[in-house]
């Protein structure tokens, strides 16, 4: 089967964007933005909360190895989707959660991860399925940023390290190599 992706948007794309890296089956992960009303919007736009976009991920991945249910239940177990507009100190429309269907049969599967996600969390869910939208690449320094930048940035430092162990204790048969263990 062809490779396909998935677009979700979960918070902070560093942190995002970190998870996916590792996961069997996951080809490709661009940090970028979709949703809003601007065309290429920058960094510094997207931050001001005023274009619409969300701070997202885009997956290239072959379904032969990972299923799009799955990426779901990863993106569900490593952010959190019971909080509107925000992740953390991340508070903002920029940052919520939010997956972005690219066909009919992704947005029939993203319901459906979603009432699984919300039988693992009281049906507090506010993840939003939007429709598909013009996806914008972020700018190159955002890109991979956990491997370089990331692993020096406070931020990072405090709220990668945590969805890593998540993945690792909740999905250890999907990932790519066993690798050490975040502190």
């Given at each position: 089967?062809?490779?396909?992706?998935?677009?979700?948007?979960?918070g902070c794309f560093w942190c995002t964007e970190a998870v996916f890296l590792d996961v069997v089956g996951?080809?490709?992960?661009?940090?970028?933005?979709?949703?809003?009303?601007?065309?290429?919007?920058?960094?510094?736009?997207?931050?001001?909360?005023?274009?619409?976009?969300?701070?997202?991920?885009?997956?290239?991945?072959?379904?032969?190895?990972?299923?799009?249910?799955?990426?779901?239940?990863?993106?569900?177990?490593?952010?959190?989707?019971?909080?509107?507009?925000?992740?953390?100190?991340?508070?903002?429309?920029?940052?919520?959660?939010?997956?972005?269907?690219?066909?009919?049969?992704?947005?029939?599967?993203?319901?459906?991860?979603?009432?699984?996600?919300?039988?693992?969390?009281?049906?507090?869910?506010?993840?939003?399925?939007?429709?598909?939208?013009?996806?914008?690449?972020?700018?190159?320094?955002?890109?991979?940023?956990?491997?370089?930048?990331?692993?020096?940035?406070?931020?990072?430092?405090?709220?990668?390290?945590?969805?890593?162990?998540?993945?690792?204790?909740?999905?250890?048969?999907?990932?790519?190599?066993?690798?050490?263990?975040?502190?």
């Amino acid at each position: 089967m062809a490779e396909q992706v998935a677009v979700l948007a979960g918070g902070c794309f560093w942190c995002t964007e970190a998870v996916f890296l590792d996961v069997v089956g996951v080809k490709k992960v661009e940090s970028g933005y979709t949703g809003g009303q601007v065309a290429n919007p920058t960094y510094k736009q997207v931050c001001g909360g005023d274009t619409g976009h969300a701070e997202a991920i885009r997956i290239t991945f072959d379904p032969d190895q990972i299923s799009y249910d799955d990426l779901l239940d990863i993106f569900f177990a490593t952010h959190d989707p019971t909080q509107l507009n925000r992740q953390g100190n991340d508070v903002g429309t920029q940052y919520r959660s939010a997956i972005f269907p690219q066909d009919a049969e992704q947005a029939e599967k993203a319901r459906a991860g979603i009432e699984r996600a919300n039988a693992d969390h009281a049906g507090r869910i506010v993840t939003t399925i939007e429709p598909k939208a013009e996806w914008y690449p972020a700018e190159d320094y955002h890109q991979d940023y956990w491997a370089g930048e990331g692993q020096r940035n406070p931020y990072c430092l405090a709220v990668i390290p945590p969805k890593l162990q998540k993945l690792r204790k909740s999905f250890q048969a999907r990932l790519k190599s066993a690798g050490p263990q975040p502190a």
